[in-house]
């Protein structure tokens, strides 16, 4: 079982709608959740970072926690053509992170 | 601004021709990491320094070391490069290790292996 597990995609999206993207996790103990922005041939970005249960928001993103499900989620609200990038989702259960595939993510004008 | 930098950003090498790229930070940050990403893989965590103290992956292959001489320097070392060394090299730094270590990363170096 993978310790990071995402939705490879291509994940489709008509601009100005809500992107959806998922992640689980193998690791009770994790602690600290994050969620990274790369461009092809870009390095990741970090664009939100999570450490409670709940919901966090930032401009048009909100990161969403349930560590009871194991599940963290990032919505994108009003979504554009610049959003289209590849999401991955990290997750530190010690000292480093374990990052998963990342879902492809593309905004359609 | 306070930021990550690689240099170079592109580089290409010889099968076996020793190769180093490099990593410096303004941030002051105390960790700093060495990511090997492949296409459409996720990146691979090589090894860390937390200020000297070095921490190797338990499946990085000897062939690659590092160093790091000062607070704002780290290097990557490849003695002897594989065709399947090909890859995005990404350095990143945090502030601390464990819960909470945000990281953020540079713009990576691309080796070519030829």
Redesign the interface.
Same mark, same amino acid.
């Given at each position: 079982q993978k310790e990071v597990e995402q939705n490879s995609g291509p994940l489709s999206v008509p601009e100005g709608a809500i992107a959806s993207l998922n992640c689980t996790y193998s690791d009770r103990g994790s602690q600290s959740f994050f969620w990274y922005r790369q461009y092809s041939g870009k390095s990741p970005e970090l664009i939100m970072s999570i450490y409670s249960n709940g919901d966090k928001e930032d401009g048009r993103f909100t990161a969403q926690l349930n560590k009871a499900s194991q599940y963290v989620s990032l919505l994108i609200r009003d979504s554009q053509p610049s959003d289209s990038a590849t999401y991955l989702c990290a997750v530190c259960p010690s000292t480093s992170l374990v990052f998963g595939q990342g879902t492809r993510l593309t905004i359609n004008p | 601004d306070a930021m990550v930098i690689q240099n170079p950003r592109y580089q290409v090498t010889q099968f076996g021709k020793p190769v180093t790229l490099s990593c410096s930070q303004t941030l002051n940050h105390n960790v700093m990491?060495w990511y090997q990403q492949k296409s459409?893989?996720?990146?691979k $965590?090589l090894f860390?320094y937390y200020d000297k103290d070095f921490?190797n992956e338990a499946d990085t292959p000897d062939n690659f070391q590092s160093r790091r001489p000062n607070t704002s320097f780290c290097f990557l070392d490849i003695r002897s490069p594989g065709l399947g060394d090909a890859a995005?090299y990404?350095c990143a730094t945090s502030l601390r $290790?464990?819960?909470?270590?945000?990281?953020?990363?540079?713009?990576?170096t691309?080796l070519t292996v030829l």
């Open positions: - | 990491y459409s893989q996720a990146p $965590l860390h921490n995005m990404l $290790l464990g819960v909470y270590n945000e990281q953020f990363f540079g713009p990576g691309r």
